[in-house]
C-alpha cells in the first residue's frame, strides 16, 4: 500500500505545524578553513550583566548566543560547562581564555554596551571591541597604556587621536586575549601596530616570543575592533551579524 501526502492531511486540508516545522531542512553545519577567522557580532542578550563574578558563575551579556555559534559550527547544541575557563598560564579555574573542551576550535568574546563580537578560528584567537569615544579615555591614561615611542605619534587630541587610541587600546587587548594573559600584562609591554590598513594582516611579536598577526574588523557603528590570532599566516577575516538570514 502506498501513501500520498492526501491520506496523511486532516479533512480540513490544513498542514499540522509539527509537519512544517519538520519539513524545513536543517541548516549546514559552519565550516572554517585553516587559517581563516569569522567575527559574530550581535546584540547583548542581557544589558544588565556586565561581568562575570569572580567565582567565574556570573551572567556574561552575551547570553547563550556564543554557543549557540559554537554549536552551528559543530552541529550539536553545546551547554556552559562545555567550555573550559581554566587559566593556561597558572591553572586557575576561571580566569583562563575561555574555551571549548575537547575541540580545536577557537574562540574569544568582547562586549561594549549595545554590542557583542566573537571571533572564531582554528588557532588562538583574541578580540578587542571599543566605542571610538572610549579613545579619549585611553589617551587620558596614556602613560601607562603606551610605550615613549608610542606616545609619539599622539601628538595632540584630535579626532583622528582619538579614533588611533581606542584602535591601540583595542588591538593591544586583542593580543594579551589571544595569549590567554589577559591584562595583568602591562600593555606598554604589547606593542601593536597603531595602524592596521583594513584586509591587512600584520605580524607583531608578543612578549613571550609568540608570533601573532592582527586586523582590524570593520563593524558598523562607532566603534573599532581587533583580532589577533597566532598561527601560521591567516587567510580570510569575515565579519557578519549573527544570525546570517540562512539561519533568522
Ligand atoms: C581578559 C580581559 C582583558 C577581558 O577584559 P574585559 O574588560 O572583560 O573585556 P572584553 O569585553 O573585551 O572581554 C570579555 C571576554 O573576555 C574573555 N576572557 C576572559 N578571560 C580571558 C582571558 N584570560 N583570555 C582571553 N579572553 C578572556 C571572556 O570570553 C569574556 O567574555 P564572557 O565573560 O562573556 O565570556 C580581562 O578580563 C582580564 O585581564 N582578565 C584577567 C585575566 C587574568 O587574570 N590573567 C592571569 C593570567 S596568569
Same mark, same amino acid.
Given at each position: 500500500?502506498?501513501?500520498n501526502? &492526501?491520506? @496523511?492531511?486532516?479533512a ?6 509539527r509537519?512544517?516545522r519538520? *519539513?524545513?531542512?536543517? &541548516?549546514?553545519?559552519i565550516t572554517?578553513? /585553516?587559517?581563516?577567522?569569522? $567575527? ?7 544589558q544588565s550583566?556586565?561581568?562575570r563574578?569572580?567565582?567565574? +558563575? +556570573?551572567?556574561?551579556p552575551?547570553?547563550?548566543k556564543p ?9 550539536r547544541?553545546?551547554?556552559?560547562q562545555?567550555?573550559?575557563r581554566?587559566c593556561?598560564h ?8 575561555p574555551r571549548?573542551?575537547?575541540?580545536? @576550535?577557537?574562540?574569544?568574546i ?7 563580537v ?8 583574541g578580540? #578587542? ?5 572610549? +579613545?579619549?579615555? $585611553? ?6 597604556i ?5 606616545l609619539?605619534?599622539?601628538? #595632540? ?7 588611533t587610541?581606542a584602535?591601540a587600546?583595542?588591538a593591544?587587548?586583542?593580543? /594579551?586575549? &589571544?595569549? #590567554?594573559?589577559g591584562?595583568v ?5 604589547? @606593542? ?9 594582516w600584520?605580524? *607583531?611579536r608578543?612578549?613571550?616570543?609568540r ?7 570593520g ?6 575592533c581587533?583580532?589577533?590570532?597566532? +598561527? ?8 557578519r &551579524?549573527w ?6
Amino acid at each position: 500500500m502506498s501513501l500520498n501526502a &492526501a491520506d @496523511l492531511l486532516p479533512a480540513d486540508g490544513r498542514v499540522p505545524q509539527r509537519f512544517l516545522r519538520q *519539513a524545513s531542512p536543517a &541548516a549546514p553545519r559552519i565550516t572554517i578553513g /585553516v587559517g581563516d577567522v569569522h $567575527v559574530w557580532w550581535f546584540r547583548p542578550q542581557d544589558q544588565s550583566a556586565r561581568s562575570r563574578s569572580p567565582g567565574g +558563575g +556570573g551572567r556574561s551579556p552575551a547570553g547563550r548566543k556564543p554557543l549557540e555559534i559554537l554549536g552551528a559550527y559543530l552541529g550539536r547544541s553545546l551547554a556552559e560547562q562545555d567550555i573550559d575557563r581554566t587559566c593556561e598560564h597558572c591553572g586557575h579555574p576561571h580566569h583562563g581564555r575561555p574555551r571549548l573542551r575537547g575541540d580545536e @576550535l577557537s574562540f574569544n568574546i568582547s562586549h561594549i554596551e549595545g554590542r557583542v563580537v566573537m571571533a572564531v578560528a582554528r588557532t588562538p584567537v583574541g578580540i #578587542g571591541l571599543e566605542p571610538i569615544s572610549a +579613545g579619549r579615555l $585611553v589617551l587620558e591614561s596614556a602613560s601607562t597604556i603606551f610605550t615613549d615611542e608610542e606616545l609619539s605619534h599622539f601628538p #595632540g587630541r584630535a579626532a583622528l587621536d582619538v579614533h588611533t587610541a581606542a584602535w591601540a587600546w583595542c588591538a593591544k587587548e586583542a593580543m /594579551v586575549k &589571544a595569549t #590567554g594573559y589577559g591584562l595583568v600584562v602591562d600593555p606598554r609591554d604589547v @606593542l601593536a601596530p597603531l595602524q592596521v590598513p583594513a584586509n591587512t594582516w600584520h605580524p *607583531a611579536r608578543f612578549i613571550d616570543g609568540r608570533r601573532l598577526w592582527l586586523t582590524p574588523a570593520g563593524l558598523p557603528g562607532h566603534c573599532v575592533c581587533a583580532v589577533a590570532v597566532s +598561527g601560521e599566516s591567516p587567510q580570510l577575516l569575515t565579519v557578519r &551579524a549573527w544570525p546570517p538570514p540562512e539561519r533568522a
